[in-house]
């Protein structure tokens, strides 16, 4: 299963967008271009996790979670993706290229 991209959030040097990919996984795609000439990054929280992440979001399993997810970009973004999943005990790995 996946979604289309939305994008979640913009700053003037960084764009992240969200998604649910291949495997059901939620996908935060970032473009940062403040740091090392632009690199780009994947924070992702695999389909057996997505309960915890549901729970850190207060939202139940009818809820649709990029909805949730946007909703609560302002949040999120205020310590970064997988700073705030990690500090509500949501388990993320991160890809930087």
Do not use: K, N
């Not at 969200?18 to 632009?38: C, I, K, Q």
């Not at 549901?54 to 949040?75: F, H, I, K, N, S």
């Amino acid at each position: 299963m996946t979604s289309a991209e939305r994008e979640f959030w913009r700053s003037a040097t960084c764009t992240v967008w969200v998604s649910l990919g291949p495997t059901g996984a939620v996908v935060f795609a970032g473009f940062d271009r403040a740091y090392l000439d632009g690199y780009e990054y994947h924070v992702s929280v695999e389909p057996e996790d997505l309960p915890a992440l549901r729970a850190a979001l207060g939202v139940g399993p009818d809820a649709d979670l990029l909805d949730a997810v946007c909703a609560a970009a302002d949040t999120i973004m205020a310590v970064g993706e997988r700073s705030w999943l990690q500090s509500h005990g949501v388990p993320c790995a991160l890809q930087v290229w």
